[in-house]
């Protein structure tokens, strides 16, 4: 049974950390307006639902969650990435990944799942048998390959671990993150980790691959303007040498 709109939004106000009066005020309502909205005395506007789903800065999936909740028709629909409508998006993407060669890259979902990559990414994730379809959440906490090539495991998990948070932060609630979070919390806290003073300019993850260590520094991009769910959230890594052993070794290949 769907959640009453007054109890979502509830929800999402409490993670964000905002009270009603904060919220109110943000939105431009009066704090009873918004009390009656979330005990279901009063029935949101459209308008009003897409107001404070901006002040709450809910990504699509949640505004739709919203909309339905209030009986609303949902701001974002989900395609496919085949189809015609997302041609200039599929291209963009595509081109990213092809023209960062010699240097890898991947685009994955929300769930790390890989669902393209470029050759030298193909080259450096293969060893381990990682492939397009595969989870790089999974990979890391269970592929023994990959755990076994990072010089660094313990600081890539840490890294990880910091955001697969903010992540999950910005998505509300999620049972795949969730689960990763937990099991990384767990590795820290048998680690003994603790908060490091200050973090260097560059975290790079360190892959020893055929007797040498490769060692990359990431950067992320995202579509923005766009009315498809699923393409809001796609995310194109791509991993670029933090020293000159590594970039001379991807421009040998």
């Given amino acids: 049974m769907a959640e009453a709109f007054g109890a979502v939004l509830k929800k999402w106000r409490g993670l964000r950390r905002m009270s009603q009066m904060q919220l109110a005020l943000e939105a431009g309502v009066s704090a009873r307006h918004l009390s009656f909205l979330e005990s279901g005395r009063s029935h949101p506007s459209r308008g009003m639902v897409l107001r404070l789903c901006d002040e709450l800065q809910l990504p699509g999936a949640a505004r739709n969650q919203l909309l339905t909740a209030a009986g609303l028709a949902p701001a974002y629909a989900t395609r496919a990435l085949e189809d015609a409508d997302l041609a200039p998006l599929r291209q963009a993407a595509e081109r990213m990944l092809q023209r960062h060669a010699p240097y890898p890259a991947m685009m994955i979902d929300r769930h790390w799942q890989l669902l393209e990559l470029n050759q030298p990414a193909k080259l450096l994730l293969g060893a381990a048998g990682i492939t397009k379809g ?44 969730e689960r990763a979070v937990a099991r990384l919390q767990a590795n820290a806290a048998a680690q003994g980790a603790v908060p490091e003073a200050a973090l260097p300019a560059v975290i790079p993850a360190r892959y020893r691959l ?44």
């Fill in 134 to 177: 595969s989870s790089l959440i999974d990979a890391l906490l269970d592929n023994a390959a990959l755990r076994a090539a990072l010089d660094n495991l313990e600081e890539v998990e840490r890294h990880s671990l910091a955001r697969l948070r903010t992540e999950l932060a910005h998505f509300g609630a999620d049972p795949v993150l």
């Fill in 210 to 253: 055929g007797g040498q260590v490769l060692s990359f520094f990431s950067a992320i991009t995202q579509f923005g303007g766009t009315g498809d769910l699923a393409m809001s959230e796609l995310r194109i890594e791509m991993l670029f040498p933090s020293d000159e052993e590594t970039r001379a070794a991807l421009a040998g290949l």
